[in-house]
């Protein structure tokens, strides 16, 4: 049980990398947090975990809601007593080049996908700095190099990556035991990838999914599960001396 007496609060944990992340940190003895938008996709996957004799919790969250944050973690520490891991993990990804992107969806895609990381990530350090703690939060390989077509997306993940990396100074010049790093996912076989693709015919839609895999060295989508053994590492003691750090699982893809 390598989370034994650990409090996990992983949010966009309803579906795909969140919902994974949820049960295989559970498995290793994690009391999980699970934190979604959608209540009843989120309440589907804490009754699961208990199902398997995990232990869990449900809670309706909407990231970009500064309020909802710091009342949920405060009502958190004040239950249980402690936050020790934090999955930023909730986000959105829009299709759409540097022509052709909307304001409004650039400004939506930094909302939740970057905005929500720094409140979450800030509220979480002022609760963890006198106990210590990991903070893992997703990016992706978008975060890395570049995607012509999903322009706002690889800039908020870009964001996501560098601001890992200031959190985790900040937090090691404070001597806060606290690790912040950002994970950096390939392409996986979630309902977010599937629903990128959703504009698109069909016929169209299945060259460019190929397309996709051919350039995986490895020849196929990674799943779920491969992502959350990824957080399992970082939000264990195994990853002590990791902070500030980039964790690729792409199937060689950024390798190239």
Same mark, same amino acid.
């Given at each position: 049980?390598?989370?034994?007496?650990?409090?996990?609060?992983?949010?966009?944990?309803?579906?795909?990398?969140?919902?994974?992340?949820?049960?295989?940190?559970?498995?290793?003895?994690?009391?999980?947090?699970?934190?979604?938008?959608?209540?009843?996709?989120?309440?589907?996957?804490?009754?699961?975990?208990?199902?398997?004799?995990? $232990?869990?919790?449900?809670?309706?969250?909407?990231?970009?809601?500064?309020?909802?944050?710091?009342? +949920?973690?405060?009502?958190?520490?004040?239950?249980?007593?402690?936050?020790?891991? +934090?999955?930023?993990?909730?986000?959105?990804?829009?299709?759409?080049?540097?022509?052709?992107?909307?304001?409004?969806?650039?400004?939506?895609?930094?909302?939740?996908?970057?905005?929500?990381?720094?409140?979450?990530? $800030?509220?979480?350090?002022?609760?963890?700095?006198?106990?210590?703690?990991?903070?893992?939060?997703?990016?992706?390989?978008?975060?890395?190099?570049?995607?012509?077509?999903?322009?706002?997306?690889?800039?908020?993940?870009?964001?996501?990556?560098?601001?890992?990396?200031?959190?985790?100074?900040?937090?090691?010049?404070?001597?806060?035991?606290?690790?912040?790093?950002?994970?950096?996912?390939?392409?996986?076989?979630?309902?977010?990838?599937?629903?990128?693709?959703?504009? +698109?015919?069909?016929?169209?839609?299945?060259?460019?999914?190929?397309?996709?895999?051919?350039?995986?060295?490895?020849?196929?989508?990674?799943?779920?599960?491969?992502?959350?053994?990824?957080?399992?590492?970082?939000?264990?003691?195994?990853?002590?001396?990791?902070?500030?750090?980039?964790?690729?699982?792409?199937?060689?893809?950024?390798?190239?």
């Amino acid at each position: 049980m390598r989370l034994a007496n650990k409090v996990a609060l992983i949010t966009g944990a309803g579906s795909g990398l969140g919902e994974a992340t949820a049960h295989r940190l559970a498995a290793e003895g994690a009391y999980v947090v699970a934190a979604d938008i959608n209540a009843a996709a989120v309440e589907g996957v804490v009754a699961a975990i208990l199902a398997k004799g995990g $232990r869990a919790e449900a809670q309706q969250q909407d990231v970009t809601d500064e309020a909802r944050w710091q009342a +949920l973690i405060s009502d958190l520490v004040a239950r249980l007593g402690q936050l020790d891991i +934090l999955v930023n993990n909730a986000g959105i990804a829009l299709t759409g080049n540097a022509e052709d992107t909307t304001l409004d969806a650039w400004r939506q895609t930094q909302q939740i996908n970057l905005d929500a990381v720094f409140v979450g990530t $800030r509220e979480a350090i002022r609760v963890m700095k006198d106990r210590g703690g990991s903070i893992i939060n997703m990016s992706s390989i978008d975060g890395i190099i570049g995607e012509p077509m999903a322009a706002a997306y690889t800039a908020s993940k870009g964001g996501v990556r560098l601001f890992s990396k200031s959190a985790a100074l900040h937090c090691a010049s404070k001597g806060y035991r606290i690790r912040v790093n950002s994970l950096h996912p390939g392409v996986i076989k979630t309902p977010m990838v599937e629903n990128a693709f959703s504009f +698109l015919p069909p016929a169209d839609r299945d060259v460019l999914i190929a397309q996709l895999v051919a350039q995986v060295p490895m020849g196929h989508w990674g799943d779920p599960i491969d992502i959350a053994n990824g957080v399992l590492f970082l939000a264990s003691d195994e990853s002590r001396y990791m902070t500030g750090a980039e964790l690729v699982i792409d199937g060689g893809y950024t390798a190239k």
